[in-house]
Structures are given as structure tokens and as C-alpha cells.
């Protein structure tokens, strides 16, 4: 679809990509060859690439030809991993990623393979926020393989003067934004782009100081449902609290951008989608972030103990005939400050309210939660700090709660 000018509209980034790309016929071969090996025992990437390195050969394709359908087919998974798991706004995860590219030709043949794999697996597979991902990774790498050194202090400033610029345009006193960005350590506005960080500063001036929580939400700018902003003091169980509250009014949490501030409140933004929503009209939306307001203020102002025994929704029949073998993987960055979770296991109601509070249970602080919902499998990602996870006990504790907390009820 990505070659065929009547699908432009759809992917226009992609299409235009796909339409100067000079040898379509290898990003055929490569789209062949990319699964073929799965069901064989071992990396099915490696096996795959041994296969198509034979099959060029065999058909008479050039050293250089041959080289790139055999990257691609050992690498198809790197992309979607990287965008999915990792936090983009870490320079070195660009840089390691761009390495691995080697040059643009690579990348943008990894790029239109990606998104034609990740978007012909499954309708459910495929969302518009996970095209912002790659296209995001996609463009930051190109930059990087131009020899743009990343210039973090420039791109960071650049996103404060366009966030004065949209500020102004919703008539916002000159300053309104500073008392709010003098709490925020550098990361926030890396991880965040001008819009959101405008949108922050004017729905928060005033509530610098609140003991209650603030709730506000907006239509996505990516695809469909919400981008929810949450604004409180912070406490150990306050993630599980939300995760609880998007859990019991429908909403599944595509992706968590979490911060503390030095005041020690946290300013959290999720995309959530809604499984309820099936009317597209502007006045649907009006209705239902009226009720998030106001329903999310009430649920995270209570301070009830939190259930005991978890939101364990019931499992669709596919997840009791086909379960997922949960895996829980944890390990540290390379500067040993914080932890990266990695989680698989079958999609259930009430999956991530589970995880939040074995989290909260142990004090440890989510700073960055990537959801993946690949069918009837979650694949998540969470970038975690906390004292006790300088504990190999407390590791082992964590790890094992964790595998219990996904296990489905039976």
C-alpha cells in the first residue's frame, strides 16, 4: 500500500518515501522474507537473513543489493522496538540507534519495512500514536546520520520559545509560564513538544500550590481519544490510583509521560483511548473529558486504601484458550541511576492498575511508561528509579510479585 499513489493520503511521510525509493523489488524481497523463518526454533531475524542472503545470491542480485534486503531482515524488529521501548529523548539512544543504521538508505528502507509490517499485522495492532513514534525515531536519526550533532540545551530552548509563541496566542500574560518551568528539571521538556508544554503552562499557573488534585484533558493531537494532564502532591500510590481510575471507566493508557517536580508534584500525561467511544463528534469528546475531569479529580482525592485484590477483569476466551507466559525483565541503565522494566504477558482489564501497585507497594517511581497492546499481548515498558532497586533482594521481591501480578485469574 505504501507504493500505490491511492493510499498517499493515508501515509503521506511513508508514501512519498516509498515513491522515490529506486528498487522497490528489494523492499518486496525483504517483506517476504522477513517472517519466514518464524516457527523454526531460535532468532527467526538471523535465520530469516540467512535465508534472503541466499535467495539474492541465487538470483543474482549485487554485494550492495544483497547487503541491504539482509539487513533488513535481521533488523525488521529493531525500529518498532527502539520507538516502542526506549526513551527517545535520550540522545544516546539515538545515537546507538543511528550506528546501527549506518546510513540513510538503511534507515529509510528499516523505516517503510517497519511500518508496513507493524500496520499489515492487525487493524488492532496498528494506532496512529505508534506512527508518531517511528516517524519520530525516523526523523531524529536522519538528523543524527546527517552529522547534526543532538544539542540538547538548543532544542530545548527552541521548544520554550515556540511554547511563549502558542502561549501568547491564548492571550497569556507575558511570564505566565516561568512560576511552573522553575519546577521542572530539564527532562520534562525533552520528553515533551511545544504544544503540550504550552497547554501544561496554561491549565497549571494557577494551581501551582493546590492540595487537591488537577485533572484536565484535551482531544489527542495523534489519532483518537484523550491526552489527559494530572497535577498533584505527590504520594506512593498516586500511578495506581490513575491506572485504576482508567481502568474502571473504560480507558486503555497508550502511553505515560511522568515527572516529579522539585516541589515534589507530580505532572503526569497520558494518551488514553476509550473502548466506549464509538461517536466521533466533537460534542462526544466535549462530553466525555467533562466527565474525566471530574470523575478523575474524585478518584485521586480519595485517599480509601486501594483494593486489595486489584482490578482482575474478567479474560476474553482467547487469552483462557492461547495465555501469554508472563516475563518480566529488569535491568539497570548504563549509568546505574534508574531501571528499565520490561514486561509481556496476556491484555486483560486491570493489567496496569496490577503493575502500579507492586510498584507503589515498594516506593519505586515510574518516569517514563510506553504501553503495547499487540492483539491479546501487552508488551510494556517502564523507566523506573527508586532506592530500593539498588537491592538485589528487593530486585528478586519486585520481579516476583510482578510475574504473580500478571498472571491471569483462571
Not at 33 to 40: L, N
Not at 292 to 320: D, I, K, N, Y
Amino acid at each position: 500500500a505504501l507504493l500505490l499513489p491511492e493510499h498517499a493520503h493515508e501515509y503521506p511521510q511513508c508514501s512519498q518515501l516509498a515513491a522515490n525509493w529506486d528498487k522497490p523489488w528489494l523492499l518486496y524481497i525483504a517483506a517476504l522474507f522477513h517472517d519466514v523463518a518464524k516457527g523454526r526454533g531460535g532468532d527467526h531475524s538471523e535465520l530469516g537473513a540467512v535465508e534472503v542472503r541466499r535467495f539474492c545470491r541465487d538470483h543474482g542480485l549485487d554485494k550492495t543489493d544483497t547487503a541491504l534486503v539482509e539487513f533488513l531482515v535481521r533488523e525488521h524488529l529493531t525500529m518498532s522496538r527502539v520507538a516502542q521501548k526506549e526513551d527517545l529523548s535520550d540522545p544516546d539512544v539515538v545515537a546507538r540507534f543511528a550506528q546501527k543504521m549506518g546510513d540513510a538508505r538503511r534507515l529509510t528502507g528499516l523505516y517503510l519495512l517497519t511500518v508496513a509490517d507493524v500496520r499489515g499485522t492487525s487493524p488492532k495492532v496498528w494506532n496512529a500514536w505508534k506512527a508518531k513514534l517511528l516517524e519520530d525515531l525516523f526523523r531524529m536519526t536522519l538528523r543524527a546520520l546527517g552529522g547534526a550533532a543532538p544539542n540538547a540545551d538548543a532544542e530545548i530552548e527552541a521548544r520554550k520559545q515556540e511554547s511563549r509563541h502558542l502561549l501568547a496566542l491564548h492571550s497569556a500574560l507575558p511570564g505566565t509560564e516561568e512560576p511552573l518551568w522553575d519546577t521542572l528539571e530539564l527532562s520534562y521538556f525533552a520528553r515533551h513538544d511545544a504544544s503540550d508544554i504550552a497547554w501544561h503552562a496554561r491549565s497549571l499557573w494557577r494551581y501551582l500550590d493546590t492540595q487537591e488534585p488537577i485533572v484536565r484533558a484535551r482531544p489527542s493531537s495523534v489519532g483518537e481519544g484523550l491526552q489527559v494532564l494530572v497535577y498533584a502532591p505527590d504520594r506512593p500510590d498516586l500511578f495506581a490510583r490513575i491506572c485504576g481510575y482508567f481502568d474502571g471507566a473504560g480507558f486503555s493508557i497508550q502511553d505515560a509521560k511522568v515527572h516529579t517536580t522539585k516541589k515534589s508534584y507530580a505532572l503526569d500525561t497520558f494518551q488514553v483511548v476509550s473502548s466506549t467511544l464509538d461517536d466521533p463528534e466533537p460534542s462526544a469528546y466535549r462530553d466525555m473529558i467533562s466527565l474525566v475531569e471530574t470523575q478523575a479529580t474524585q478518584a485521586l482525592a480519595s485517599m480509601a486504601p486501594l483494593p486489595e485484590g486489584g482490578m482482575r477483569g474478567r479474560v476474553s476466551r482467547r487469552v483462557r484458550s492461547f495465555p501469554v507466559k508472563p516475563r518480566v525483565a529488569l535491568r539497570p541503565d548504563e549509568r546505574r541511576q534508574r531501571w528499565l522494566l520490561s514486561i509481556s504477558a496476556s491484555d486483560r482489564p486491570g493489567l496496569l492498575y496490577a503493575i502500579a501497585r507492586v510498584l507503589g507497594r515498594h516506593e519505586i517511581s515510574l518516569q517514563l511508561a510506553k504501553v503495547t497492546t499487540l492483539g491479546e499481548r501487552v508488551e510494556d515498558t517502564f523507566l523506573v528509579c527508586g532506592k530500593s532497586m539498588q537491592q538485589p533482594k528487593i530486585q528478586l521481591q519486585v520481579e516476583s510479585e510482578l510475574l504473580d501480578a500478571l498472571t491471569p485469574p483462571r
